[in-house]
Protein backbone atom coordinates (compact mmCIF):
# COMPACT_ATOMS: atom_id res chain seq x y z
CA UNK A 1 0.00 0.00 0.00
CA UNK A 2 1.16 3.91 -0.08
CA UNK A 3 1.05 6.44 2.42
CA UNK A 4 -1.00 9.85 2.58
CA UNK A 5 -3.27 10.07 -0.31
CA UNK A 6 -1.48 8.25 -2.84
CA UNK A 7 -2.23 5.10 -4.43
CA UNK A 8 -3.33 2.43 -2.18
CA UNK A 9 -3.90 -1.58 -2.56
CA UNK A 10 -7.20 -2.96 -1.19
CA UNK A 11 -8.38 -6.73 -0.43
CA UNK A 12 -4.83 -7.90 -0.80
CA UNK A 13 -4.75 -11.37 -0.21
CA UNK A 14 -2.10 -13.60 2.02
CA UNK A 15 0.50 -14.03 -0.51
CA UNK A 16 0.36 -10.61 -2.10
CA UNK A 17 0.47 -9.43 1.49
CA UNK A 18 3.71 -11.87 2.58
CA UNK A 19 5.92 -10.68 -0.39
CA UNK A 20 5.28 -7.64 -0.46
CA UNK A 21 5.41 -6.66 3.12
CA UNK A 22 8.68 -9.16 3.87
CA UNK A 23 9.90 -10.81 0.45
CA UNK A 24 10.21 -7.36 -0.74
CA UNK A 25 11.95 -5.49 2.23
CA UNK A 26 13.65 -8.49 3.94
CA UNK A 27 14.20 -10.86 0.87
CA UNK A 28 14.69 -14.28 0.75
CA UNK A 29 15.48 -15.67 -2.51
CA UNK A 30 14.93 -19.43 -2.73
CA UNK A 31 18.20 -19.86 -3.97
CA UNK A 32 19.09 -18.82 -0.16
CA UNK A 33 17.43 -21.65 1.36
CA UNK A 34 20.01 -24.29 1.26
CA UNK A 35 20.66 -28.14 2.95
CA UNK A 36 22.40 -26.02 6.05
CA UNK A 37 19.58 -23.09 6.64
CA UNK A 38 16.48 -25.41 5.54
CA UNK A 39 15.53 -26.29 9.13
CA UNK A 40 13.89 -22.82 9.75
CA UNK A 41 11.31 -24.63 8.48
CA UNK A 42 8.71 -26.20 10.92
CA UNK A 43 8.44 -28.74 8.41
CA UNK A 44 11.80 -29.72 7.45
CA UNK A 45 12.56 -29.61 11.21
CA UNK A 46 9.67 -31.58 12.18
CA UNK A 47 10.62 -34.27 9.10
CA UNK A 48 14.32 -33.80 9.71
CA UNK A 49 13.60 -34.60 13.59
CA UNK A 50 11.37 -37.62 12.68
CA UNK A 51 13.76 -39.50 10.48
CA UNK A 52 17.17 -38.75 12.37
CA UNK A 53 15.26 -39.67 15.98
CA UNK A 54 14.15 -43.53 14.77
CA UNK A 55 17.13 -43.80 13.08
CA UNK A 56 19.94 -42.82 16.41
CA UNK A 57 17.90 -45.17 18.40
CA UNK A 58 18.11 -48.16 16.27
CA UNK A 59 20.57 -50.93 16.44
CA UNK A 60 23.17 -51.58 14.39
CA UNK A 61 25.11 -55.02 13.93
CA UNK A 62 27.71 -56.77 12.59
CA UNK A 63 26.37 -60.52 11.45
CA UNK A 64 27.88 -63.66 10.05
CA UNK A 65 25.35 -65.25 7.71
CA UNK A 66 26.09 -69.19 7.44
CA UNK A 67 24.24 -72.50 7.05
CA UNK A 68 22.98 -74.57 9.52
CA UNK A 69 21.56 -77.91 9.37
CA UNK A 70 21.24 -77.01 5.94
CA UNK A 71 19.44 -73.45 6.30
CA UNK A 72 20.40 -70.15 6.28
CA UNK A 73 21.05 -68.48 9.46
CA UNK A 74 23.16 -65.83 11.08
CA UNK A 75 24.83 -64.89 14.08
CA UNK A 76 26.13 -61.19 15.53
CA UNK A 77 30.12 -60.52 15.67
CA UNK A 78 30.49 -58.54 18.61
CA UNK A 79 34.18 -58.31 18.37
CA UNK A 80 34.47 -57.86 14.62
CA UNK A 81 36.65 -54.73 14.32
CA UNK A 82 33.41 -52.87 12.54
CA UNK A 83 31.34 -53.68 15.36
CA UNK A 84 33.82 -51.94 17.42
CA UNK A 85 33.89 -49.23 15.40
CA UNK A 86 30.20 -48.56 14.88
CA UNK A 87 29.96 -48.98 18.75
CA UNK A 88 32.39 -45.80 18.43
CA UNK A 89 32.81 -44.01 15.67
CA UNK A 90 34.94 -41.18 17.17
CA UNK A 91 36.30 -39.66 19.98
CA UNK A 92 33.30 -36.96 20.98
CA UNK A 93 29.99 -38.90 19.15
CA UNK A 94 28.47 -41.36 20.46
CA UNK A 95 26.40 -44.26 18.11
CA UNK A 96 23.56 -42.81 18.50
CA UNK A 97 24.45 -39.05 18.23
CA UNK A 98 27.03 -40.36 14.73
CA UNK A 99 23.66 -41.99 13.32
CA UNK A 100 21.45 -39.02 14.28
CA UNK A 101 23.64 -36.75 12.27
CA UNK A 102 24.65 -38.99 9.39
CA UNK A 103 20.57 -39.29 8.49
CA UNK A 104 20.26 -35.58 9.23
CA UNK A 105 22.84 -35.36 6.37
CA UNK A 106 21.41 -37.45 4.39
CA UNK A 107 18.08 -36.13 4.54
CA UNK A 108 18.74 -32.36 3.82
CA UNK A 109 22.03 -33.12 1.39
CA UNK A 110 20.84 -36.28 -0.24
CA UNK A 111 24.43 -37.45 0.91
CA UNK A 112 26.49 -38.00 4.39
CA UNK A 113 30.33 -38.67 3.57
CA UNK A 114 32.82 -39.63 6.39
CA UNK A 115 36.59 -39.88 6.20
CA UNK A 116 38.21 -43.26 7.57
CA UNK A 117 40.98 -42.80 9.87
CA UNK A 118 43.25 -46.02 9.36
CA UNK A 119 46.07 -47.27 11.40
CA UNK A 120 47.02 -50.63 11.54
CA UNK A 121 45.02 -52.15 9.01
CA UNK A 122 41.88 -51.31 10.65
CA UNK A 123 39.61 -48.20 10.85
CA UNK A 124 39.79 -46.73 13.85
CA UNK A 125 37.06 -43.51 13.53
CA UNK A 126 35.20 -41.72 11.17
CA UNK A 127 35.37 -38.65 10.52
CA UNK A 128 32.09 -36.73 9.49
CA UNK A 129 32.05 -34.22 6.43
CA UNK A 130 30.09 -31.31 5.53
CA UNK A 131 29.42 -32.31 2.23
CA UNK A 132 29.83 -28.92 0.87
CA UNK A 133 33.22 -29.64 0.96
CA UNK A 134 33.19 -33.15 -0.99
CA UNK A 135 32.60 -33.21 -4.65
CA UNK A 136 32.56 -36.89 -6.03
CA UNK A 137 34.18 -37.77 -9.15
CA UNK A 138 33.85 -39.93 -12.19
CA UNK A 139 36.37 -40.71 -14.75
CA UNK A 140 38.25 -43.59 -16.30
CA UNK A 141 40.80 -44.03 -13.53
CA UNK A 142 37.47 -44.48 -11.11
CA UNK A 143 35.84 -42.54 -8.61
CA UNK A 144 37.69 -40.07 -6.55
CA UNK A 145 36.83 -37.43 -3.81
CA UNK A 146 37.80 -33.99 -3.91
CA UNK A 147 38.05 -32.41 -0.54
CA UNK A 148 38.53 -28.98 0.22
CA UNK A 149 41.29 -27.73 2.68
CA UNK A 150 42.95 -24.97 2.98
CA UNK A 151 44.72 -23.75 -0.13
CA UNK A 152 42.43 -25.47 -1.86
CA UNK A 153 41.33 -28.79 -3.22
CA UNK A 154 42.71 -32.14 -3.27
CA UNK A 155 41.65 -35.29 -4.62
CA UNK A 156 41.19 -38.89 -2.34
CA UNK A 157 40.29 -42.70 -3.57
CA UNK A 158 37.22 -43.07 -2.87
CA UNK A 159 38.93 -46.38 -0.59
CA UNK A 160 39.39 -43.63 2.00
CA UNK A 161 35.98 -42.17 2.07
CA UNK A 162 32.44 -43.83 3.64
CA UNK A 163 29.80 -42.16 0.91
CA UNK A 164 25.88 -43.11 1.66
CA UNK A 165 23.62 -41.07 -0.72
CA UNK A 166 20.50 -41.05 -2.04
CA UNK A 167 18.99 -40.95 -5.40
CA UNK A 168 21.40 -39.34 -8.04
CA UNK A 169 20.73 -38.42 -11.36
CA UNK A 170 24.41 -38.01 -12.33
CA UNK A 171 24.83 -42.00 -10.96
CA UNK A 172 27.22 -40.42 -8.16
CA UNK A 173 26.15 -37.76 -6.29
CA UNK A 174 22.94 -38.09 -4.45
CA UNK A 175 20.42 -35.11 -5.10
CA UNK A 176 19.23 -33.10 -2.35
CA UNK A 177 15.65 -32.83 -2.22
CA UNK A 178 15.68 -29.49 0.00
CA UNK A 179 17.06 -27.83 -3.48
CA UNK A 180 14.67 -29.47 -5.39
CA UNK A 181 11.55 -27.96 -3.43
CA UNK A 182 13.36 -24.20 -2.31
CA UNK A 183 10.47 -22.58 -3.48
CA UNK A 184 7.79 -24.11 -1.40
CA UNK A 185 10.36 -24.11 1.73
CA UNK A 186 10.85 -20.19 1.43
CA UNK A 187 7.14 -19.52 1.48
CA UNK A 188 7.38 -21.24 4.96
CA UNK A 189 10.20 -19.78 6.29
CA UNK A 190 8.47 -16.10 5.02
CA UNK A 191 5.42 -16.96 6.65
CA UNK A 192 6.94 -17.58 9.91
CA UNK A 193 8.80 -13.89 8.88
CA UNK A 194 5.24 -12.50 8.18
CA UNK A 195 3.40 -14.17 11.22
CA UNK A 196 6.79 -13.24 13.59
CA UNK A 197 6.59 -9.15 12.30
CA UNK A 198 2.98 -9.27 12.47
CA UNK A 199 2.72 -10.44 16.48
CA UNK A 200 5.84 -8.49 17.11
CA UNK A 201 3.85 -5.62 16.16
CA UNK A 202 0.76 -6.07 18.40
CA UNK A 203 -0.94 -7.87 15.87
CA UNK A 204 -2.72 -4.63 15.05
CA UNK A 205 -3.86 -3.55 11.43
CA UNK A 206 -2.26 -1.39 9.20
CA UNK A 207 -2.88 2.27 10.31
CA UNK A 208 -3.52 4.87 7.72
CA UNK A 209 -3.44 8.33 7.41
CA UNK A 210 -5.31 10.83 4.68
CA UNK A 211 -5.02 14.18 4.39
CA UNK A 212 -8.00 16.46 5.70
CA UNK A 213 -10.08 18.49 3.49
CA UNK A 214 -8.35 21.81 2.65
CA UNK A 215 -4.63 20.70 3.56
CA UNK A 216 -1.62 19.85 1.40
CA UNK A 217 0.82 17.03 1.57
CA UNK A 218 4.07 17.19 3.34
CA UNK A 219 6.36 19.71 1.44
CA UNK A 220 9.41 16.73 0.82
CA UNK A 221 9.65 13.19 0.89
CA UNK A 222 12.16 13.27 3.79
CA UNK A 223 9.33 14.66 6.22
CA UNK A 224 6.91 12.47 5.20
CA UNK A 225 9.30 9.46 5.71
CA UNK A 226 10.51 10.95 9.04
CA UNK A 227 7.01 10.88 9.99
CA UNK A 228 6.01 7.45 9.26
CA UNK A 229 9.39 6.29 11.06
CA UNK A 230 8.46 8.44 14.33
CA UNK A 231 5.13 7.01 13.95
CA UNK A 232 6.51 3.59 13.75
CA UNK A 233 8.92 3.96 16.97
CA UNK A 234 6.04 5.46 18.86
CA UNK A 235 3.19 3.02 18.64
CA UNK A 236 5.19 -0.05 17.45
CA UNK A 237 5.14 -3.67 19.09
CA UNK A 238 4.74 -3.33 23.09
CA UNK A 239 4.36 0.62 22.54
CA UNK A 240 0.73 0.19 20.37
CA UNK A 241 -1.38 1.25 23.46
CA UNK A 242 0.62 4.72 23.86
CA UNK A 243 -1.52 7.76 23.62
CA UNK A 244 -1.68 9.30 20.19
CA UNK A 245 -1.99 13.18 19.15
CA UNK A 246 -2.38 13.51 15.20
CA UNK A 247 -0.56 15.93 13.38
CA UNK A 248 -2.65 18.58 12.76
CA UNK A 249 -3.95 18.56 9.03
CA UNK A 250 -4.10 14.62 9.36
CA UNK A 251 -6.61 12.31 10.43
CA UNK A 252 -6.77 8.47 11.09
CA UNK A 253 -8.91 6.13 8.06
CA UNK A 254 -10.64 2.77 9.30
CA UNK A 255 -7.57 0.64 9.35
CA UNK A 256 -6.84 -2.07 6.74
CA UNK A 257 -7.33 -5.40 8.80
CA UNK A 258 -5.17 -8.33 7.76
CA UNK A 259 -7.69 -11.04 9.36
CA UNK A 260 -5.72 -13.71 9.32
CA UNK A 261 -9.13 -16.68 7.73
CA UNK A 262 -9.65 -13.61 5.04
CA UNK A 263 -6.03 -13.61 3.62
CA UNK A 264 -5.81 -17.38 4.15
CA UNK A 265 -2.56 -17.73 6.10
CA UNK A 266 -3.56 -20.33 8.29
CA UNK A 267 -4.45 -22.27 4.72
CA UNK A 268 -1.56 -21.27 3.44
CA UNK A 269 0.76 -22.62 6.10
CA UNK A 270 -1.40 -26.02 5.89
CA UNK A 271 -1.04 -26.05 2.38
CA UNK A 272 2.88 -25.48 2.13
CA UNK A 273 3.54 -27.88 5.13
CA UNK A 274 1.43 -30.53 2.78
CA UNK A 275 3.84 -29.91 -0.53
CA UNK A 276 6.74 -30.30 1.48
CA UNK A 277 5.93 -33.36 3.02
CA UNK A 278 4.60 -35.07 -0.44
CA UNK A 279 7.84 -33.84 -1.60
CA UNK A 280 9.87 -35.54 1.46
CA UNK A 281 7.38 -38.65 1.47
CA UNK A 282 6.46 -38.45 5.03
CA UNK A 283 2.94 -38.33 6.47
CA UNK A 284 1.40 -35.08 7.44
CA UNK A 285 0.95 -35.74 10.61
CA UNK A 286 4.43 -36.27 11.50
CA UNK A 287 5.28 -32.60 10.35
CA UNK A 288 2.06 -31.78 13.11
CA UNK A 289 -1.05 -31.83 10.75
CA UNK A 290 -3.59 -33.38 12.52
CA UNK A 291 -6.48 -32.33 11.55
CA UNK A 292 -7.53 -35.47 9.93
CA UNK A 293 -5.61 -37.70 12.19
CA UNK A 294 -7.43 -41.11 14.02
CA UNK A 295 -6.08 -43.63 16.29
CA UNK A 296 -5.84 -45.98 13.98
CA UNK A 297 -4.86 -43.80 10.77
CA UNK A 298 -1.61 -42.42 12.67
CA UNK A 299 -1.10 -45.71 13.61
CA UNK A 300 -0.85 -47.23 10.10
CA UNK A 301 0.90 -44.06 8.92
CA UNK A 302 3.71 -44.68 11.09
CA UNK A 303 4.05 -48.31 9.51
CA UNK A 304 3.96 -46.45 6.08
CA UNK A 305 6.35 -44.14 7.44
CA UNK A 306 8.60 -46.61 8.98
CA UNK A 307 8.56 -48.79 5.43
CA UNK A 308 8.79 -46.38 3.13
CA UNK A 309 11.00 -43.32 4.52
CA UNK A 310 13.02 -44.83 7.59
CA UNK A 311 14.08 -48.13 5.92
CA UNK A 312 15.38 -46.81 3.07
CA UNK A 313 17.35 -44.77 4.64
CA UNK A 314 18.55 -47.57 6.93
CA UNK A 315 19.27 -49.66 3.30
CA UNK A 316 20.91 -46.59 2.06
CA UNK A 317 23.46 -46.71 4.97
CA UNK A 318 23.92 -50.62 5.10
CA UNK A 319 24.61 -50.95 1.57
CA UNK A 320 27.18 -48.28 1.88
CA UNK A 321 28.73 -49.53 4.88
CA UNK A 322 29.47 -52.96 3.89
CA UNK A 323 30.83 -51.70 0.62
CA UNK A 324 33.29 -49.07 2.56
CA UNK A 325 33.80 -50.88 5.56
CA UNK A 326 34.02 -53.87 5.23
CA UNK A 327 37.11 -55.97 3.74
CA UNK A 328 37.12 -58.47 0.69
CA UNK A 329 38.00 -61.30 3.17
CA UNK A 330 34.56 -59.57 5.56
CA UNK A 331 32.17 -60.32 1.84
CA UNK A 332 33.88 -63.57 0.92
CA UNK A 333 32.77 -64.83 4.69
CA UNK A 334 29.03 -63.54 4.22
CA UNK A 335 29.60 -60.68 6.35
CA UNK A 336 26.93 -57.99 6.29
CA UNK A 337 25.72 -55.09 8.40
CA UNK A 338 21.89 -54.77 9.37
CA UNK A 339 19.75 -52.17 11.37
CA UNK A 340 17.59 -53.94 13.50
CA UNK A 341 14.60 -52.48 12.66
CA UNK A 342 11.91 -54.28 15.00
CA UNK A 343 11.54 -51.51 17.09
CA UNK A 344 10.18 -49.47 14.59
CA UNK A 345 9.07 -51.43 11.84
CA UNK A 346 7.43 -54.44 14.16
CA UNK A 347 5.96 -52.60 16.35
CA UNK A 348 2.50 -54.29 15.84
CA UNK A 349 3.87 -57.43 17.32
CA UNK A 350 0.51 -59.11 17.97
CA UNK A 351 -1.42 -57.99 14.65
CA UNK A 352 2.31 -59.42 12.88
CA UNK A 353 2.36 -63.27 14.81
CA UNK A 354 -1.80 -63.34 13.97
CA UNK A 355 -1.13 -63.30 9.76
CA UNK A 356 1.83 -65.41 10.09
CA UNK A 357 0.03 -67.89 12.50
CA UNK A 358 -2.69 -67.74 9.20
CA UNK A 359 0.47 -68.55 6.96
CA UNK A 360 1.34 -71.43 9.28
CA UNK A 361 -1.88 -72.85 9.16
CA UNK A 362 -2.52 -72.44 5.62
CA UNK A 363 0.57 -74.43 4.47
CA UNK A 364 2.26 -71.21 3.70
CA UNK A 365 5.30 -71.29 5.81
CA UNK A 366 7.34 -74.00 8.35
CA UNK A 367 8.24 -72.76 11.48
CA UNK A 368 11.93 -71.92 10.25
CA UNK A 369 10.30 -69.44 7.80
CA UNK A 370 8.46 -68.06 10.97
CA UNK A 371 11.73 -67.50 13.07
CA UNK A 372 13.50 -66.31 10.22
CA UNK A 373 11.04 -63.93 9.08
CA UNK A 374 11.22 -62.95 13.13
CA UNK A 375 15.71 -62.69 12.65
CA UNK A 376 15.48 -65.93 15.15
CA UNK A 377 17.53 -68.98 14.10
CA UNK A 378 15.79 -72.22 12.91
CA UNK A 379 15.26 -74.74 15.46
CA UNK A 380 17.36 -76.81 17.28
CA UNK A 381 15.34 -80.25 16.52
CA UNK A 382 13.85 -81.35 12.79
CA UNK A 383 10.92 -80.04 13.48
CA UNK A 384 11.40 -76.41 12.11
CA UNK A 385 11.01 -77.84 8.03
CA UNK A 386 7.47 -79.08 8.68
CA UNK A 387 4.53 -77.82 6.68
CA UNK A 388 0.87 -77.99 7.93
CA UNK A 389 -0.96 -79.43 4.61
CA UNK A 390 -4.36 -79.24 6.47
CA UNK A 391 -4.17 -77.03 9.59
CA UNK A 392 -2.94 -77.77 12.81
CA UNK A 393 -4.92 -81.05 13.67
CA UNK A 394 -3.42 -82.69 10.61
CA UNK A 395 -6.20 -83.57 9.67
CA UNK A 396 -8.40 -82.87 5.70
CA UNK A 397 -11.95 -82.18 5.62
CA UNK A 398 -12.97 -85.76 4.14
CA UNK A 399 -10.86 -87.30 7.21
CA UNK A 400 -12.78 -84.99 10.02
CA UNK A 401 -15.98 -85.71 8.67
CA UNK A 402 -15.03 -89.87 8.49
Not at 11 to 19: H, N
Not at 76 to 89: E, G, M, N, T, V
Not at 188 to 215: D, W
Not at 369 to 380: D, H, M, T
Request: hydrophobic share 40%.
Amino acid sequence: MRWFGKKEVKGAQFEEVLMRLIAAREGIPGEMVTPKTCLAAPTVQAIDTAINRRLSVTPVHVYEKFMENGKPAKRKLPDHPISQLLARPNSWQSTSDFMADASSTWVRWGNFYAWKVEAGGKIRELLPLSPDQVEPKLEKTGLFYKLQEEGGTKPYPHSKILHARGRAVNFIEGDSPIKQIQTAIMMEILAEKYGESFFRNGALPLTVFQYMSGFGAFKTEEEETAFVESFKAAFGGAKRFNAMLVPHGLELRDPIAVENDKAQFIESRKLQRTIIAGALGVPVHLAGDLERATFNNVEQQDKDFDLNVVLPVAKSFESAMERDLLTEQDRDSNVIIRFNMDSTLRAAFKERQEGLKIQREMGVINPDEWRELEGKNPRADDQGGEYWDQGPSGQGQNDAET
